[in-house]
């Protein structure tokens, strides 16, 4: 193998450039011609391809975002789409892609693969959600998780001073990593995750024995965008009905998650990924996930990473039960 690409594909994840940057050189290092494919898959078949040099990723460490875009390519799941795919790649003598992106993203290399098998892939999990097995953090959730604590902890300080209960809605389609660690951080009331069933009237209850038997005068409850209460918009009228002690006020914090620096831990779990991307390809793997577990370096296959994901922790679960 002498040619190898990178991409970014799915949803944006702060320390994808630091990943990116990391393949990048790591590839240069070991001997390999390094191209970029802009805007994910779409660009692998709009053949946006260009050859990459170190000082094509200086200065790059510290941004959010993905200087390669990201794109969500609907053409890229049709045969037709990937055909074409195929043809550039052929083209441009890359033999090896590194995909930095989710679980929709390692499922398209992984469909890839199987109709052009001289294609080796390999994944760098890139997601605020961290939602993918054979990973203990993905790249993106740390800084995610900051994020929501620094606007919670802002929010905390209107509710104190307005005696008011809000609903501060997270992102999390799937999965409540997001809101389940950053309830704990910020010392949350509650949290409502797509993982366990949501029982308005049990939240109503224990909201008013806050205000009757802890003397609470102002609340906050993080939601799970994917909830199955419906976010915290719907959640927070069904509670208004139930229980009237509070002024309720709504918080949807949105895409600032997905945005910003790179915390240092994120930084350099990205790095460590795309270097380990690199030598995967050097060692003739393929078809498999980069990930860390206990702080030593995993190759999950693909169809198992995007098929499970980790389950919510019970500990910090009760955490939020009893210590809020």
Not at 57 to 71: F, K, P
Not at 250 to 269: D, F, N, S, W, Y
Not at 284 to 304: A, R, Y
Request: hydrophobic share 40%; charged share 25%.
């Amino acid at each position: 193998m002498k040619k190898i690409a990178v991409l970014t594909s799915g949803g944006d994840a702060p320390g994808m450039n630091a990943c990116l940057r990391a393949v990048v050189r790591s590839g240069i290092h070991y001997g390999f011609e390094v191209f970029g494919i802009r805007r994910g898959y779409q660009g692998m078949i709009e053949d946006d391809i260009y050859q990459m040099e170190e000082h094509d990723v200086s200065n790059i460490i510290q941004y959010g975002g993905t200087i390669l875009r990201t794109a969500r390519s609907k053409e890229f799941r049709t045969k037709e789409g990937r055909a074409t795919a195929y043809k550039n790649l052929k083209k441009w003598g890359i033999e090896g892609v590194v995909v930095i992106g989710g679980d929709g993203s390692f499922t398209g290399a992984n469909i890839f693969m199987k109709e052009y098998d001289d294609i080796a892939f390999v994944g760098c999990p890139g997601t605020i959600d961290n939602d993918l097995i054979g990973t203990d953090f993905t790249i993106g959730y740390d800084t995610a998780t900051n994020t929501a604590m620094a606007a919670i902890d802002k929010i905390k300080d209107t509710a104190d001073s307005h005696n008011r209960l809000f609903f501060i809605e997270v992102m999390g389609r799937d999965a409540g990593f997001i809101a389940l660690r950053t309830a704990v951080a910020t010392g949350a009331e509650a949290v409502l995750v797509p993982e366990t069933r949501t029982d308005i009237d049990h939240l109503a209850n224990r909201l008013d024995d806050f205000y009757r038997k802890k003397g609470k005068t102002s609340g906050i409850v993080i939601v799970a965008e994917g909830d199955e209460g419906g976010g915290a918009s719907k959640v927070a009228e069904a509670v208004r009905q139930r229980f009237d002690r509070y002024e309720i006020k709504v918080a949807i914090l949105g895409h600032i998650q997905r945005g910003g620096k790179p915390t240092c831990i994120e930084r350099v779990r990205a790095s460590q990924m795309g270097l380990e991307a690199v030598r995967a390809l050097k060692g003739s793997k393929k078809g498999v996930m980069i990930g860390l577990i206990d702080n030593k370096v995993t190759h999950t296959p693909f169809e198992k990473a995007i098929k499970h994901h980790d389950d919510i922790s019970p500990v910090l679960l009760e955490m939020v039960e009893i210590l809020a």
